[in-house]
């Protein structure tokens, strides 16, 4: 049986040749990792034009670090000469090398000033644009990819539990922050997904608040938002409390505004239904009771290697979800000087045979006095 | 007296009209904080090509931010219409309203995809390339910035001194990293200034090496670096300690190698040497015994609102050092299986009728047995 990473060589290969391109160099370090399963610093990944793929990165990874891994056999495997040079330079020359007429390159990575370099050393091959493709080919995940990230949640659920059974009054948002995240390397986790978001008062409900010395006090509305990195695939998950015994009744009020706006964001999730239906669903009740102002441009996103990827769920977003898509469902409401509220889940796209989507993230969605 | 970003951008202006430019956009982050004392999220900012600076972002930053800081009176202020959009393109557009006829942009920060679209929005305007201009005028720093580097230093010392008096053997690289993270906010910082590094045993002495699980033994080196960041100014230090009661004699061997290279680089610190003769002087007594393989392309670097700025200390590097640059004089010997040995410090330029070079990280260097 084919090793996973060669088969997805294979369909990038597959693309390739439909739009009549010979080579792709790849540079994106999550699609690096996604074609190869590892991910040396500054590695470049040559497709083609031959039948063997190379990769060219500075130094391997060490040996016992499961987190970047070790490249797969079938893979030549090229150390850059020079630890100061541009791996995808090198890359690009051996495409030379290897006669190829046509390279494919990620514009959407690469800098200008590198992809003036590239140039230079490709004289006479057509270099175009890779796009999305290897984006394209990691929307849906195998069963592996869905098995890291399940783990993934559990640790940011494990973590953010065990917050909860905390002293929080008097604490910085930043301080919480990196308990949060300490808490995810204790249950395993690599390292945090992405910057773990903490506001308190007004800072909370925002969409990508950055912890500050703000102290948690009786009475605020406490956002949290955290994820886990578990063999490289990122989950995240977010909830919003109160703190004190009584919320006030504008609190109770706008948390099951977007509460019901969340549910109905998840409910809406199953293979065929376009993106933006999903984003319309989660986005009508807050407009409905009047919050136009301030609604971040999604509701959700695709998560995987990197914690933002696609499917965008945007009132602009083409497309259809598919199973086994997973993605997140995070509406929010920020009243500027008061706060707010945002609720995120990550879920597993499924056919509603199979149960319809499925819950990642499991952590209470109650409205829970802290 | 004019405010500090002012003067700054007044700087630039006056290198974009020397070179027949009209207008400038910059996008590289540490760039926009540069010359306008404020980094909210996506930000792009136009100099001219009116009177007039424009900063364009997707929203302002929380007013209780500090480290974000808020844009100064000056400086016109555009939020973007859709948040889903690009600060680069709209002020783009803003170039083009206000007939600038040549638009440099920074080719080093913008993707190929970026690039195009700015095109798309500039018809009849030239598109030329700003490259490290912005870059070179953060060369050489202030009073100001080289005091938020020293705290950023004290800081760091702090957390690694703390370090030090703990129990080590049997605690992971993660851990242990996590917990100096924790640390540096506890003294103040903002953050850490880059990814905390710490390798034990066969990862000790490793240039970038990213913690494992790996846990301290008893006679292994422990190599740790760490940096704070400090109003957006960020430092680093780097020590190797030995673990248990006693080194073994090839520890204290490569230690007093390591120990006698980093000392000559300090020592060769002075304005006007050439950067390579700095290089030089540390990677020598390397070289000279017999560790040729493996060493880092750069011995050194400065340290700035980037933890790895202009100018290099590399083999390769142009030009002279001036007074008041802060750089990093970072030699270590990593041998494969085994580990080794890194000493990093951060000092400031300065001339020998001012003491010589200014260390910023007083942590010591002895070889301590912990």
Known sequence: MADVHTTRRARLRDRC???????????GAANVRYLTGCAPQGAALLVGPGPE????????PPDDDPEQGQPPDDLRSVVLPSPDGDAAVAAAELARE?????????????????????RTVTEGIALTDLAGAVEHLRLVKDEHEIAALRIAAEIADQALGELLESILVGRTERHLALELERRLVDHGAEGPAFPTSVGTGPHSGMARHLPTDR???EGDFLTVRLGARYRGYRCEVGRTFVIGTAPASWQIELYELVFDAQRAGREALAPGVAC????RATRQP???AGHTEGLAPWTGHGVGLEIDEDPRLSPAAMGKLDACVPVTVEPGVHLPGRGGVRIDDTLVVRPPADGGPELLT?????????
Do not use: C, F, M, N
Not at 19 to 26: D, E
Not at 99 to 109: K, W, Y
Not at 276 to 279: E, L, P, T
Not at 362 to 370: F, N, R, S, V, W
């Open 53 to 60: 793929d190379t990769l060219v990165h500075l130094r391997p």
């Open 98 to 118: 290897q006669r190829a007429d046509s390279l494919a390159v990620e514009e959407h990575h690469l800098t200008v000033t590198r992809h003036r370099a590239l």
């Open 17 to 27: 040749a439909a739009t009549g391109v010979t080579a792709a160099l790849v540079t």
């Open 215 to 217: 102290r948690v006090e």
């Open 276 to 279: 933006r239906d999903v984003d």
């Open 362 to 370: 499991i952590t209470t969605k109650e409205l829970l006095a802290l």
């Open 286 to 288: 807050l407009i409905a």
